[in-house]
């Protein structure tokens, strides 16, 4: 995994900064082929640049004239030239790596999520902000796979470097996308020997009834959601060889009783779904020169009522614990659609 250091104009040798007298600033790049992949199609990623930090934005050729107030100017300088160094370095560019930028430059609210903040939040912003230059990375065979926010970067961090990592938080903010990007990574470089996937097999708030098939065909339907993020960052022929021979193994969490889970990276999701003796028994799988990542939204439990969940109970008792780390996503984190982040926000507000 590598960092991506916050870019200055001395990081970026191809962009020629001018400041006119008249309050706007002017960039020239110097490969036009790449200012065309960094404006995007019908300038839609400049679009996104002025509507959030409120510039007007006029590219003709290799050059972008900004107007705007000096702080929103320079904010976006920054911006477009981190994203030209990107392009140079053979990386693509989409809204997606814009709005991660944009929310890594700590200048703007992600779309939809502008409203009253509370201490909790104003916290949680703050603390990203200490570490909002470094921009993490995870390079598979399938894919470059960059943090799109400060949290997210941290979250890449704690992976590499701690033991035990709970990621709580709403839908969308890549809780579970991330690990398993990071365990393919590591699989991939010989790091660890096993990737294990588990998660509870609880129905979300619907009965199922009788499933068709063998062991695996009527687990599967639970599991989906992992082998959907292992299929986007591993080639297919990749999964499909590891499934057979085991060095991926897929199960629901029923199935890690009674066993030592030795040099792998175990990740357990929806574990809002475990209750406190299951939370317990995963935990003290833990073998020698492994890892474990524990994702979870502790406000989508779908386990019978009266029914604690044990997600809650785990992070509280090991808190404080040298070689495990909580990150705490909220709804400023969500990185799917703006749709998805306003949906969030609404179900908050009820």
């Known amino acids: 995994m590598t960092s991506f250091r916050g870019p200055t104009a001395t990081d970026v040798p191809d962009a020629i900064n001018i400041s006119e007298s008249d309050g706007r600033l002017v960039i020239s790049f ?8 960094l404006l995007g199609e019908y ?18 050729g290799n050059m972008i004239t900004l107007s705007g107030t000096d702080a929103s100017c320079a904010a976006a300088k920054t911006v477009l030239e981190a994203l030209y160094k990107r392009l140079a370095a053979g990386e693509t560019i989409g809204q997606g790596e814009v709005e991660g930028v944009l929310r890594h430059s700590g200048a703007e609210q992600p779309a939809g999520t ?9 916290k949680s912003e703050s603390a990203d902000q200490d570490g909002a230059t470094a921009i993490e990375q995870i390079r598979t065979r399938q894919r470059l796979i960059t943090a799109r926010t400060p949290k997210q970067s941290s979250y890449l961090r704690e992976l590499r470097d701690k033991e035990l990592i709970f990621a709580t938080g709403p839908a969308g903010t890549g809780k579970t996308y991330l690990a398993v990007a990071y365990a393919a990574a590591c699989l991939e470089r010989g790091e660890t020997e096993r990737l294990i996937l588990s998660r509870p097999a609880v129905e979300a708030g619907e009965r199922l009834g009788f499933l068709p098939g063998d062991m695996r065909d009527k687990v599967d339907p639970y599991l989906r959601p992992l082998y959907d993020a292992l299929y986007d960052v591993l080639p297919p022929e990749r999964v499909e060889r ?19 889970l030795s040099r792998a990276i175990v990740i357990l999701d ?7 003796m299951q939370m317990k028994m995963f935990l003290t799988r833990l073998g020698d020169s ?3 990542v524990v994702t979870g ?9 009266g029914q604690k969940s044990g997600l809650k109970e785990a992070i509280k008792l090991l808190e404080g614990i040298e070689g495990i780390a909580h990150i705490a996503f909220t709804k400023i984190d969500v990185v799917r ?13 009820a």
């Open 337 to 349: 659609r703006a749709l998805v982040a306003k949906i969030v926000e609404a179900y908050e507000r």
């Open 43 to 60: 300038d839609a990623n400049l679009a996104i640049i002025e509507d959030r930090l409120g510039v007007e934005a006029v590219a003709r």
């Open 242 to 260: 590891g499934l057979e021979s085991g060095i991926i193994e897929i199960a629901p969490l029923a199935f890690m009783r009674g066993r030592t």
């Open 114 to 122: 502008k409203r009253r903040r509370n201490k909790a939040d104003e």
């Open 297 to 305: 939204d502790p406000t989508q439990i779908d386990l019978p009522a």
């Open 30 to 37: 110097a490969d036009n082929r790449l200012v065309a992949d």
């Open 270 to 276: 929806e574990a809002q779904n475990c209750s406190a």
């Open 290 to 292: 492994s890892k474990m």
